[in-house]
Each structure stands twice: as C-alpha cells, then as structure tokens.
C-alpha cells in the first residue's frame, strides 16, 4: 500500500522528485511571459501561466497574431533570461495595492482574478477553470508578486530561485484558448512549452511527441480504413468493415471471457422514461450530459449510464439467495454530451459502448466478487500487451450517502481483495463518488501516457432507490449488494488506445487482414488463388494481390496497410506446395509448407499472442 507523507515528513526537492518537475515548469511559464513582454511590449495582457501535466502554458491577450514561426524567438529571449540568472523576486503586498499596480499596468485579467480573490471566490494561486466548485476560502489580506525582470505576476508560488536553473526548455504550439473556458469572454492565445531538468529528458520528451504523432489514431485509423467521423454526427464514430473486424474480435474474447466468468448477458433499451432517470438520481447529478427527447407527448431520456435498465431486469421478478451472484454484463451504447472542442477521434466520443455489468450479490459474497472482476481485468488487460498497470482505491467522501456500516463493508471488500491478490494500490482518501468506494485501474501504454480504463464500484444507493430485494435462507427479504464494472471501459475509446500502443500493427489476432498472399507474377494467381482459399478455410482472413505490379510494390503496399503475414508464391512455391512467409515484424521467415503456416498461425490467433517487439518498438524496449 501506498500512503502520502504524514503531516511532519520534510519534503525536498531533488531535480528528479515529482514535485519538483510542475515548479520547474511553471517557472517557465513566467519566463516565457517576460520574454513575450519583451518582445511585444507593454501592450500584452496575461492571462494564467500554470504547468500541466506535460509542460506549462501561459495566455496571452495581445493585438498581433503570435505564429508557430514566432516561437523560436521568443525561446531566444528567454534563452537571454536563463543565461541571465533573473531572480525570481518575492513581495508580499495587500489586495488593494496589487489591484492599484495591475491597474495601472491595464493588467484587465489580473484585476480580474484579484476582485475574485477579494470577493473569496477563489484562492491566490487557484487554478482559474473549475475555481467556482470549491468552497470559498477564507478572504486573505494580502497576495504574493513575483517579478522576473520587469514582468511582474500575480502568483502563489513557489518558483525556482532563479531563471539560470532552468536547464532545458522548448516551446511547442499555439492555440486559441477562452478566458476562463468561457466562450462568451476573449479569445486569448495560449503558448504550450514544456520544461525538462536535463537536456536529455526534453530530447526523450520530444521524441515522445513526434512518435505520438505518428501513432495518432486518427490517422491511422484513416489510412487502414478503420472508421470515420462526419458533420452530419460530430463525436459519433462511423465503424467501417475493417473497424467492424477489429472491435468484434475484441468483442468475441471479451464474451468468452465472461461467459466462463459465469456472466449473463443482456441488453437494455437505449431511450427510456425520464422519470426513470429522476428515480435513479442521474436527473439530478448527471442531467447536463443527457439528450432528452419526447415519445407521444411524454418526457423520455437518452441513456448517459446502462444502471438503470439493468435494475429494471433484476426487478422483473422475486430473488432467491440462492440465485446470488447474478453477473449481468451489457455492452451498452450510451450517449454522453461532451462539448465540440474537446472531442477527439475515438478518445473522447458522444456515443460509445461502454463493456458495463451489474452484480448483484449477498452482502457476504462482496469481497469474492471482487477479486473475480480484479482477475478478469488481468486476463484482459495482459492479453491487450498492457503490463504497465496503476491501481487506485477511493474511499468515502466528506458528503456521502449510506452509513458507516455499509461504507466499512463496501470499502473493507474492495482493499480486502486487492490485498488477497498481492497487489500494490494507491489510496485516495475521500475521493470516492458519494454513493460508492471504488477501485480505478490507469494502463500506460508504450508512450508512457495512462489511461483511466477499469473501474470497479460497490453501490450503496441504487439498491435502497430502487428497493432491490433477495429472499434469504430465512424467508425474509433482504437488500442485495450491487456492483457496477466495467473493464475497457469504453469500447470505441479503448481501440483508439489500442490503435496507438500498437502503431496500427495489430496482433494476429486483431488485424483486420491477417495474411496477404503476393504472386511474383500472375502465372501464380491460381496457386495464390488455392493457398488463399485454404487458409480461409481454417479462418484465417486473406487477401490476394493479383495485380500486375511488381512483388517489391506488393510487398509495399500490404506493409502500409500493416498486415502481418506476407506470403509470396512464385515457381518454387507452386511446385513445392509452400508458401514464402515473410513477417511484417520479424522479417524474412523462409519457405514453409502451407499446412504448416497455417497451423501456426492458427495458434497465434488462438493464444492470441502480441506481435514480435520489433513491430511496437519505439523509443527503447519499452513496449
Ligand atoms: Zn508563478
Ligand atoms: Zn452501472
């Protein structure tokens, strides 16, 4: 287990602690600020500079259009304020003297802030989007200045002591960006620049970036024609036949899977009573996200969750405790509305499968059930390639319904069974949702970037909403434990990720075109036209290139398309009844009889093994 630092452990800071790297960055940020107030002059107006998770940004309000070409100078003039050593200098002031200098300066954003920390609506150093959920802080009586040469900012802190520490820097993109995240306030132009403490790890970092780049499954999933999105539904993903391949290869194992897990399966209907969503408490807490439509005059909802329609079915009938566990999985399409600007590709989607289930159990079956979901999430995950995975455990918030009683049951089974299965997990205090303690699992993909995927939750207020019963060995009722799971998390989301980690080249198993037989000529297409037909024969799915190019183009063109066995038939093979196998990862594999590959690749599929290293090799044996 791991716990944070008590009240009396001494931080410090070495370059390479995780605290550390966010100072560093955010530093950048105000020497990028005072290289831009160089360079642009009085007239430009800052906005917030804060670090994020791989860099920094600052916003900038300014009559001229900052370009990418304009970048390199700017990163001169702070290269000039590094060698320089600025100090950054500290001064304590009261509100009314800040808001009196960033006056005087026409600082319009800065005031901004400062009359929002006067009025106790967001705290000094606050970040600015999300401010407003807080609670209000206590009204302070002063603000801290920092200045790096003549810029000076409106900022908590803490910062390098000086500019000269910062050891590697470099500036990436601009992009508009609303004050505040409001659309209705200015448009500013935010900096993206990321800040590193060796010269080496900035190199590594960019790299990174080009190679996320190429791994873009937007693009990918362009070139191999794997789906596509459109005006006509913006955020709602067109799957095409070779996207159709791969998401019901992922299907079928996630089935099988779960039937051998002792689940059911069902499926619940998409559109459903609104009054069912006030019932669930969705209406109340997740209303914003949720299409609304009518059915003959009544009031109707797009479903945002599959909960509720899975409660529906567990009350269709009386219980037994003798039929407790019931595993009820549903890979259910929900609807969410996200905002145009943060859709992204297959990442972040309107509508999307979610590979959801529902388990209702004896309270005393919880832990079990847990560490049966825990055991399905390592089969899945490790047969996908993802080793890397991050598990967290929430527990009950300061606001939370249920008493302590059931919480100590909910949250002592979710730590119970990751504590019988060995695995090391990070505790949230208090962050758990305020009907659930919950178990989150973060995968890291080759890039190194996490991914929140699984999530395993003990519900403490769906079965009281919704009077879920069991009749026990007493003959009385009881109330049930309910879990929701889901372990992709969302199917059309979690290809996306998979497109990205596996550069496009799929396992066997997974790629939409699993081998292409290549005639050197086309006196072999009979041939080619016979080993095709018998390899599809035991299931394999193959393609044959009879056009009249050359194989050296053949063999070009079915590696673009990255598909992993390239089998080439020319007069030795027709006469010898082989095929010369040629892997898109391993290279050159010789001749092999054809019941030969195709036994062997038959297993493949079947174990379902990842592709040779060479095919996701990025920065080092990473992946
Ligand atoms: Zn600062
Ligand atoms: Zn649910």
Redesign the pocket.
Known sequence: MLSGPGPHTLAILTDKSDEALPILRHSTAHVMAAAVRRIYGENVKFGIGPSIEDGFYYDFDLPQRIADEDLARIEAEMAGIVAAAEPFVREEVSLPAAAHLMRAAGQDYKVELLEAIAAGGLAPGDPVEGAQAKPAPEKPASVTLYRTGDFVDLCRGPHVPHAGKIPAFKLLTVAGSYWRGDPTRPMLQRIYGTAFFSRKALDEHLKRIEEAKRRDHRRIGKDLDLFSFHDEGPGFVFMHPAGMIVLNEMLDFWRGLHREAGYVEVRTPVILSEALWHRSGHWDHYREAMYFTKIDEADYAVKP???PG?LLIYLNKPHSYRELPIRMGELGMVHRHELAGVLHGLLRVRQFTQD?A?IFCLPEQLQDEVLGIIHLVDRIYRTFGFEDVRVELSTRPKHSIGTDEMWEHATGALRGALEARGMTYKVNEGEGAFYAPKIDYHIRDCLGRSWQCGTIQVDLAMPERFDLTYVGADNTEHRPAMI?RAILGSIERFLGILIEHYAGDFPLWLAPVQAAVLPVSDRFNAYAGSAAAALRGAGLRVEVDDTSDKVGAKIRRASLRKIPYMLIVGDKEAAAGTLSVRDKAAGDLGAEPLEAFIRRAAQEVRERRLRPKAAQKVLSDEC
Do not use: I, K, R, V
């Open positions: 969750m599959n909960c899975g959801d529902h929701h």
